[in-house]
């Protein structure tokens, strides 16, 4: 039974450059949550995506954006990226809704120089 | 929105040592999660209990909902339980977590 996995593991990028993060959830799970984990800090909440819509947004702006496909798996995208963009992504998976046990990817760690 | 504080934000153990976390928060939740970030960065489910009493091995954990608390218990702890513990909460409805700041675990030979 696989977990979520996300690709890659390791990004480094340049400012004002985009990025795209990858995610497939756990078996048989639906919905598909990305958070933001600075160095030292809790996860933070960016979006969550059911049924290849967003369905929740945290406090972040328009610059990231993502997406559902039908099988699932998900990707995030961050347009025109800052020195404060640098950070561990994190996809979590559940099924249906936040009120389930949330499965976490091992990350993608992204560094802007 | 919600406030989530976790005490101790540091705790160094002896291994075989025994252990209690905290989380406090600042209205009422009905989702509530634990989980160990190891040094790796790797974030591992080790509840869902917004409310009630688990264990799962060495560690149980106790969320008194109508206090707004929740405690992690590590007993006997060994070297690989060192990382991150997070309390994470959801409050009415269907809202994300909130994650607090975290205690950070080292457990010594």
């Known amino acids: 039974d696989a977990g979520v996995t996300q690709s890659p593991t390791h990004l480094i990028k340049t400012r004002g450059q985009q990025v795209t993060l990858r995610c497939s959830p756990k078996s048989g799970h639906d919905t598909v949550s990305w958070y933001q984990q600075a160095l030292g800090q809790g996860p933070q909440f960016i979006f969550q995506y059911y049924e290849e819509e967003e369905r929740q947004r945290g406090n972040f702006p328009d610059r990231f954006s993502g997406h559902q496909f039908p099988n699932y798996s998900s990707e995030l995208n961050v347009n025109a990226l800052l020195l404060g963009d640098s950070a561990l992504y994190l996809c979590?998976?559940?099924?249906?809704?936040?009120?389930?046990?949330?499965?976490f990817g091992d990350g993608t760690r992204l560094s802007i120089l | 929105g919600i406030q989530v504080e976790q005490s101790p934000p540091d705790l160094i153990l002896q291994e075989g040592a025994n252990s209690t976390l905290r989380c406090n928060f600042s209205d009422s939740v009905n989702n509530l999660q634990w989980f160990h970030q190891n040094p790796w960065g790797q974030l591992i489910n080790l509840f869902y209990i917004p409310s009630g009493t688990k264990q799962n091995g060495r560690l149980s954990a106790t969320t008194v909902a109508t206090e707004r608390y929740s405690l992690l218990y590590i007993s006997s702890s060994q070297t690989t339980d060192s990382g991150v513990y997070f309390c994470a909460v959801g409050s009415r409805g269907n809202t994300p977590l909130v994650f607090g700041k975290g205690t950070r675990l080292s457990v010594i030979a």
């Open positions: 979590a998976s559940s099924l249906g809704h936040f009120n389930q046990p949330q499965h």
